[in-house]
């Protein structure tokens, strides 16, 4: 069972394959999505799609010619704006058809008549829109144009967007260099911030005179020295932003503490003779939305800037704009797709339970269809099975032991308690031997154990039928309540209550002397009804709250809701010495603040996680791989050191 390191590159292949190949519309795969269209106008309504379904505003902009888009991501962001592109004399029945369906009544056109006709704008007044053209005699007077609307306390939504203009701040870029505009564009966006255009060796416009604060993006070879000195000349602050590349700048300009989720676009011309970036000139509004940088990249190879970021930084979801021939699925994955996890082990068998031991590297797991108990030794490699007459399933490890629950191997709604069978094997988890069989007549689906041995198990068959406790050392039966069948059990911290739960109902007992009492029944059911995937339930070491793997989270003495997560999630884990949890989804480790419940680490691992497990110096995920040939899983143990 044990995988040899030859089968890694393998491994990672199939992974690949699986969970990294975009398809050519707006579709999530894994953790990353790719957003695009056929061209760059039904791309920019794409992520029109993404951005909001009822925004104030439409910002218009040429769409073979970005130079006015430029200074639109403050406006954007202000107004929730989607920005969609238009042939300089022609409105495609698509932007049309964006128009009705987001129900806008402004729409802001962006260049003069030049850029976009005086025919378009007759088309949009004719529609119905209230058209708001801002055009100066050059980009640049467009650009300021532009931020004046932004600064004024007569624009038309003045106090209605999420935050305030920052009246007294502005970005200044290179207006003929489009790649230092984008690197801004995420935070002209999310702080609503202006954006104006320079020339290389000076500004051809006047600030005003409220701004107090400027950053400069990009080196002195877009924006010389002698602007710089200028700005501070005038009593300005200035901040340049500057790297020994476009892309080097890009980087260093983004903000970390937008973390959770990243756009890639491409940060290279799609013509030899002029600056045009029609994908990229669009996601300023996604990124206020998300609240996400901007990261440029070469649409066919990784940039050494971009991989050393992504080699040290993990994100929720990556954004990918455009087809492939903006950005290939291969520089997405290359420039992005590290592991920080170390894959121990390949288990072909499906897995039914797994628990690891709480002091030492070893995961013990039983499999699908098969009666071995495997224990695998995930530093030395070593491993060995037991095996039963009967099915064993569920694990539960305890006052140094391990229990395994065992079932005939069939379950039935028509198999009524007083005729099942199963029983619990305990474990030496030292030597891996069997100490004892406990008979139960029962169908053993879930179990746990309390710190004085008392066993709770629930019933697998029958349509009503039994949750019991047993003491382990006498093997008597203590107490047996009616539950419905396939019921998971969890046994709270302070081992006073034993919890049922399924898809969406939760019962309460509880325990005096290892015997099962049920509670009000007011408590039988989660406040609103919450679906709980899969019928988890995991406390939070104090006890304080429960969680369910849809994310909500529960007060534990009233059921209550508090909160949720953003992420639904496949397993959780409580890391008390750090007053972390984590949780994990997907490709995917999330550490959270136990106080604020905010995110504020990630690592990846090589598969889909499907459960987690922590011991004194291990985080242990159980992740699993989906050959795309024949749809097999196969599932990986993969370690990561505390």
Do not use: C
């Not at 002698?226 to 790297?243: H, P």
């Not at 949780?583 to 691992?605: H, N, Q």
Request: aromatic letters at 10%; glycine letters at 6%; charged letters at 20%.
């Amino acid at each position: 069972m044990m995988a040899k390191k030859i089968l890694l590159p393998l491994l990672i292949f199939i992974f690949t394959i699986s969970l990294f190949s975009f398809p050519s519309d707006s579709t999530a795969v894994g953790d990353y999505y790719r957003i695009a269209g056929s061209n760059r106008i039904t791309t920019a309504i794409e992520i029109s799609r993404h951005v909001t379904q009822s925004p104030n505003v439409v910002i218009l902009a040429r769409s073979d010619d970005p130079a006015d888009a430029l200074a639109a991501a403050s406006i954007a962001g202000y107004h929730n704006a989607p920005i969609l592109l238009t042939k300089t004399n022609k409105l495609s029945d698509y932007v049309i058809a964006e128009l009705n369906s987001l129900q806008v009544y402004d729409v802001f056109i962006l260049g003069g008549s030049k850029a976009i006709s005086n025919e378009v704008e007759a088309e949009l007044k004719q529609l119905g829109y209230r058209v708001t053209r801002f055009a100066g005699s050059s980009r640049f007077e467009t650009a300021a144009k532009i931020n004046n609307h932004l600064a004024s306390e007569k624009n038309l939504y003045e106090g209605e967007g999420p935050n305030t203009p920052k009246k007294d701040k502005a970005i200044i870029v290179n207006g003929y260099t489009v790649a230092d505009a984008l690197s801004a564009s995420s935070n002209a966006a999310i702080n609503a911030i202006p954006i104006y255009l320079s020339k290389k060796s000076h500004l051809p416009i006047e600030l005003p005179s409220y701004v107090k604060e400027v950053t400069i993006y990009g080196g002195e070879g877009v924006i010389s020295k002698e602007v710089y000195d200028s700005l501070v000349a005038k009593g300005l602050k200035v901040t340049r932003i500057g790297g020994k590349n476009r892309f080097d700048t890009n980087i260093k300009s983004l903000d970390p503490s937008n973390g959770e989720n990243i756009i890639l676009v491409r940060g290279t011309s799609v013509s030899l003779t002029k600056e045009d970036y029609p994908d990229a000139v669009a996601s300023s509004a996604l990124a206020k939305k998300l609240n996400a940088n901007i990261v440029l990249v070469h649409p066919t190879k990784p940039i050494a800037e971009v991989v050393e970021h992504f080699s040290k930084n993990r994100y929720v979801n990556i954004y990918v704009l455009g087809g492939e021939s903006a950005v290939s699925s291969d520089v997405a994955i290359n420039s992005t797709a590290f592991v920080d996890t170390t894959l121990s082990f390949l288990i072909e068998d499906g897995i039914n339970d797994s628990v690891i031991h709480p002091t030492e590297p070893i995961i013990y797991y039983t499999a699908k269809n098969v009666n071995l108990l495997w224990y695998m030794n995930f530093e030395t490699g070593e491993s060995d099975y037991i095996w039963f007459s009967r099915n064993p399933e569920s694990l539960y490890f305890a006052n140094g032991k391990l229990y395994v629950a065992l079932h005939t191997g069939q379950r039935s709604n028509y198999w009524n308690v007083e005729s099942q069978l199963g029983s619990v094997a305990i474990i030496d988890p030292v030597t891996f031997q069997v100490e004892k069989e406990m008979e139960l007549n029962l169908d053993p689906y879930d179990i746990v154990i309390d710190k004085n041995g008392i066993l709770y198990v629930s019933s697998g068959s029958g349509q009503w039928t039994d949750i019991r406790s047993y003491d382990t050392t006498t093997e008597e039966q203590l107490s047996r309540m009616r539950i419905y069948s396939k019921q998971y059990i969890q046994l709270d911290p302070s081992e006073t209550h034993i919890y049922t739960v399924d898809w969406s109902t939760i019962e309460i007992y509880t325990i005096d002397s290892g015997k099962l009492i049920e509670v009000n029944e007011d408590n039988r059911n989660y406040e609103g009804h919450y679906i709980v995937p899969d019928g988890t339930l995991d406390f939070s070491p104090d006890g304080k709250y429960m969680f369910n793997n849809s994310g909500n989270i529960f007060h534990t003495d009233s059921l209550y809701h508090y909160k949720q997560l953003e992420y639904e999630y496949a397993d959780i884990g409580f890391d008390e010495t750090y007053n972390l949890f984590m949780i994990g989804r997907k490709g995917l480790i999330l550490f959270y603040d136990y106080d604020t419940f905010e995110i504020v680490s990630a690592i990846s691992t090589i598969g889909e996680v499907d459960s987690l497990h922590l011991n004194n110096n291990y985080i242990v995920s159980l992740t699993k791989f989906t050959d795309p040939q024949t749809e097999e899983i196969t599932y990986g143990v993969e370690v990561f050191p505390k």
